[in-house]
Protein backbone atom coordinates (compact mmCIF):
# COMPACT_ATOMS: atom_id res chain seq x y z
CA UNK A 1 0.00 0.00 0.00
CA UNK A 2 1.39 3.35 -1.07
CA UNK A 3 0.63 6.89 0.33
CA UNK A 4 0.62 10.01 -1.88
CA UNK A 5 0.03 13.89 -0.79
CA UNK A 6 0.24 16.48 -3.37
CA UNK A 7 -0.90 20.34 -3.75
CA UNK A 8 -1.10 22.05 -7.08
CA UNK A 9 -1.64 25.24 -8.05
CA UNK A 10 -4.13 26.71 -10.43
CA UNK A 11 -1.97 28.53 -13.25
CA UNK A 12 -4.88 31.52 -13.65
CA UNK A 13 -5.04 32.04 -10.33
CA UNK A 14 -2.88 30.79 -7.13
CA UNK A 15 -5.55 31.05 -4.47
CA UNK A 16 -6.94 28.05 -5.84
CA UNK A 17 -5.28 24.76 -5.29
CA UNK A 18 -6.19 21.32 -5.22
CA UNK A 19 -4.70 18.51 -3.03
CA UNK A 20 -4.68 14.92 -3.75
CA UNK A 21 -4.12 12.45 -0.70
CA UNK A 22 -3.82 9.19 -0.51
CA UNK A 23 -3.38 7.77 3.09
CA UNK A 24 -3.14 4.15 1.85
CA UNK A 25 -6.47 3.35 2.54
CA UNK A 26 -8.51 5.82 0.83
CA UNK A 27 -7.38 8.55 -1.92
CA UNK A 28 -9.88 12.19 -2.01
CA UNK A 29 -8.73 15.32 -4.08
CA UNK A 30 -9.78 19.00 -2.33
CA UNK A 31 -10.53 21.72 -3.99
CA UNK A 32 -9.22 24.92 -1.75
CA UNK A 33 -9.51 28.74 -2.31
CA UNK A 34 -6.77 30.32 -0.12
CA UNK A 35 -7.33 27.24 2.73
CA UNK A 36 -10.86 26.82 2.85
CA UNK A 37 -12.25 23.36 1.26
CA UNK A 38 -14.48 24.26 -1.77
CA UNK A 39 -15.36 20.86 -3.22
CA UNK A 40 -14.11 17.63 -2.32
CA UNK A 41 -14.63 13.91 -3.90
CA UNK A 42 -13.50 10.56 -3.23
CA UNK A 43 -11.14 9.51 -6.20
CA UNK A 44 -10.38 5.66 -5.03
CA UNK A 45 -10.27 3.14 -2.35
CA UNK A 46 -6.92 1.17 -1.37
CA UNK A 47 -7.74 -0.43 1.47
CA UNK A 48 -10.44 -3.32 0.71
CA UNK A 49 -13.64 -1.92 -0.10
CA UNK A 50 -16.25 -2.66 2.65
CA UNK A 51 -19.99 -3.67 1.62
CA UNK A 52 -21.39 -0.90 4.18
CA UNK A 53 -20.24 1.66 6.33
CA UNK A 54 -21.74 3.44 8.90
CA UNK A 55 -21.32 6.72 7.99
CA UNK A 56 -21.71 8.17 12.20
CA UNK A 57 -18.40 6.19 13.00
CA UNK A 58 -15.90 9.19 12.98
CA UNK A 59 -12.96 6.81 13.58
CA UNK A 60 -13.64 5.64 10.22
CA UNK A 61 -12.43 9.36 8.43
CA UNK A 62 -11.68 9.51 6.01
CA UNK A 63 -14.60 7.13 4.46
CA UNK A 64 -13.79 4.43 1.71
CA UNK A 65 -16.73 4.38 -0.54
CA UNK A 66 -18.55 1.28 -0.07
CA UNK A 67 -19.52 -1.37 -2.71
CA UNK A 68 -22.95 -0.39 -3.65
CA UNK A 69 -21.37 3.13 -4.94
CA UNK A 70 -18.65 1.60 -6.86
CA UNK A 71 -18.44 1.27 -10.57
CA UNK A 72 -14.66 0.64 -11.10
CA UNK A 73 -11.37 0.84 -8.66
CA UNK A 74 -8.34 1.98 -9.99
CA UNK A 75 -4.34 1.13 -9.41
CA UNK A 76 -3.24 3.61 -6.77
CA UNK A 77 -0.99 7.06 -7.13
CA UNK A 78 2.68 6.23 -6.89
CA UNK A 79 4.00 9.54 -8.60
CA UNK A 80 3.27 13.40 -9.24
CA UNK A 81 3.59 12.49 -12.71
CA UNK A 82 0.78 9.97 -12.90
CA UNK A 83 -1.31 13.12 -12.49
CA UNK A 84 -2.66 15.34 -15.15
CA UNK A 85 -4.82 18.54 -14.51
CA UNK A 86 -7.20 20.61 -16.35
CA UNK A 87 -8.57 23.84 -15.08
CA UNK A 88 -11.03 25.62 -16.51
CA UNK A 89 -10.95 29.44 -15.62
CA UNK A 90 -12.87 31.90 -17.15
CA UNK A 91 -13.15 35.28 -14.74
CA UNK A 92 -13.39 32.58 -11.72
CA UNK A 93 -12.58 28.67 -11.15
CA UNK A 94 -15.44 27.06 -13.31
CA UNK A 95 -13.60 23.32 -12.81
CA UNK A 96 -10.83 20.91 -12.45
CA UNK A 97 -10.44 17.72 -13.53
CA UNK A 98 -8.04 15.37 -12.47
CA UNK A 99 -6.66 12.92 -15.01
CA UNK A 100 -4.45 9.83 -13.63
CA UNK A 101 -2.17 7.98 -15.98
CA UNK A 102 -4.20 9.59 -18.57
CA UNK A 103 -7.76 8.87 -17.31
CA UNK A 104 -10.22 11.27 -16.51
CA UNK A 105 -10.95 10.04 -12.82
CA UNK A 106 -12.72 12.98 -11.19
CA UNK A 107 -14.48 16.54 -12.07
CA UNK A 108 -14.05 19.33 -9.18
CA UNK A 109 -16.38 22.13 -9.37
CA UNK A 110 -16.48 25.18 -6.84
CA UNK A 111 -19.24 25.09 -4.26
CA UNK A 112 -20.13 21.12 -4.58
CA UNK A 113 -20.00 18.57 -2.05
CA UNK A 114 -19.27 16.46 -3.39
CA UNK A 115 -18.04 16.96 -7.07
CA UNK A 116 -18.18 14.35 -9.62
CA UNK A 117 -16.60 10.97 -10.18
CA UNK A 118 -16.14 8.96 -13.18
CA UNK A 119 -15.82 5.29 -11.05
CA UNK A 120 -18.51 5.45 -9.09
CA UNK A 121 -22.72 3.91 -10.08
CA UNK A 122 -24.39 6.07 -8.60
CA UNK A 123 -24.46 9.07 -6.27
CA UNK A 124 -23.54 9.38 -2.89
CA UNK A 125 -22.63 11.29 0.17
CA UNK A 126 -18.74 10.79 -1.08
CA UNK A 127 -19.18 11.28 -5.43
CA UNK A 128 -21.28 12.16 -7.60
CA UNK A 129 -21.74 10.36 -10.57
CA UNK A 130 -20.60 12.06 -14.22
CA UNK A 131 -22.78 11.37 -16.81
CA UNK A 132 -22.31 14.21 -20.28
CA UNK A 133 -25.15 16.15 -18.78
CA UNK A 134 -23.43 17.65 -15.96
CA UNK A 135 -20.67 18.99 -18.34
CA UNK A 136 -19.68 21.96 -18.38
CA UNK A 137 -19.53 22.71 -22.21
CA UNK A 138 -23.03 21.13 -22.06
CA UNK A 139 -24.09 23.71 -19.84
CA UNK A 140 -22.64 26.90 -21.44
Known amino acids: MSEFYQQYFCPYCKSYSLIIEDNSRVAYAYLLSERSIISDVWLYNQGETPNKINWNDRNDMPFLNPREYILDNIIPIKYDSDIDLSWIYQDNLIEVKIYI????????????????????????????????????????
Open 101 to 140: RRELIAILRPKLFPSFSLLVCKDGPLAKKWNNDNSYEKNR
